[in-house]
């Protein structure tokens, strides 16, 4: 079985995070079943965050009597040190636990430093002192603000999008957490639904030894499927199979596409952009019947109503021309209404 540590942290684990995002969308009995079976196959680390609703509490409900065996990680969206505090005796409070392994900012439009007005760094800091957190971390989806982390000496851990469709500066990111002594969190190591394979999405981050998935899952087959991987009978290099898988799927999703993070909405016409703006990958990448509901058609039809605002386009941490993104994939679907 692998391992890795989280840098600085000193936090050592099976290499398999769970991304408590995904439990969220099932009831609490279930959340407890596919968190219990992932603790009973090795995982230790979890990572949930105070914006997903019910998922720390489900986490408090489903691991309270295992507490100290497991590492939780959660994140806080506060943009005032009132704020923060306020998010984290919340986040406590439904963890049922009176610490957090690691605290986060969760992607921050800015890099937080001391002497900020904000106060929010300070706000960490005296959780800590507290005992209340035990290690301070960020998350972001843009490149300048990571790199702003990592050079700022001020963090244990960067948690950034990563998997093998990675651009080479997000390799880059991960090589200077490395020199920095800093733990590597990866989400979305399936690129948000568009990689099929658990495998070859396991096999790549393997290679990284700082790295530490957080797969976000909510079927106990999916939770199951990366505990086979970590395990001796699994070849964890990268086979000539799983070269084919990722070679394949490079070169099918190269360019600009949609991550489905959501940070360009709300949208004032309703878009569900996130789902919208990929919609012609998944139609390519999953059994259309999926995506062809009438519910689906209703999401699609709603990208006619854009007002070319741009809200979108300005928030995107990835530089999309969304509105166009949207019109694009809207012309894919039309055989489909
Ligand atoms: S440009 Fe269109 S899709 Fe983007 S936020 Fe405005 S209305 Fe929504
Ligand atoms: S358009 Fe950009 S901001 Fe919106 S979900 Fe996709 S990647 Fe994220």
Redesign the pocket.
């Given at each position: 079985m692998k391992y890795v540590t989280l840098g600085s942290t000193g936090i050592t684990v099976n290499k398999n995070g769970f991304g408590a995002l995904p439990i969220q969308r099932v009831s609490r009995d279930e959340a407890a079943a596919i968190l219990r079976r992932a603790y009973e196959g090795g995982i230790r680390f979890f990572d949930t965050a105070r914006f997903y609703t019910d998922s720390e509490s489900k986490i408090g409900y489903a691991l309270g009597d295992v507490r100290s065996d497991i590492f939780i990680a959660t994140k806080s969206m506060a943009l005032t040190a009132a704020e923060f505090k306020e998010q984290l005796a919340t986040s406590l409070r439904e963890l049922g636990t009176d610490y957090v392994d690691l605290m986060q900012f969760h992607n921050p439009p800015f890099c937080p430093m001391p002497g900020h007005e904000n106060g929010l760094y300070e706000a960490a800091l005296e959780a800590k002192a507290e005992g209340k957190i035990r290690h301070i971390g960020i998350t972001n989806h843009r490149l300048s603000i990571a790199k702003e982390a990592i050079e700022s000496g001020l963090y244990e851990t960067l948690q950034f999008p990563f998997s093998y469709l990675a651009a080479p500066e997000e390799v880059e990111l991960l090589k200077m957490c490395e020199e920095h002594n800093m733990g590597f969190l990866c989400m979305k190591g399936m690129a948000g639904g568009l990689i099929k394979s658990g495998r070859a999405a396991y096999a790549y981050i393997a290679q990284f030894e700082n790295a530490l998935p957080i797969w976000g899952v909510q079927k106990l087959e999916e939770i199951e499927e990366f505990l086979a991987c970590n395990t001796e009978e699994f070849e964890q290099d990268i086979t000539p199979e799983i070269e084919e898988i990722i070679a394949k799927d490079r070169e099918e999703l190269s360019g600009d596409f949609c991550r489905s993070c959501g940070y360009?909405m709300p949208?004032?016409?309703g878009?569900s952009?996130k789902d919208c703006a990929r919609m012609g990958l998944m139609l390519k990448r999953a059994p259309i019947s999926a995506y062809t509901t009438d519910a689906w058609k209703e999401e699609m039809h709603k990208?006619e109503?854009?007002?070319?605002?741009?809200?979108?386009?300005s928030r995107c941490p990835y530089g999309l021309d969304?509105?166009k993104l949207?019109k694009d994939n809207l012309e894919q679907y039309k055989p489909y209404f």
């Open positions: 360009c949208c004032p016409a878009i952009i990208i109503n854009c007002v070319e605002c741009g809200q979108c386009k969304v509105p949207l």
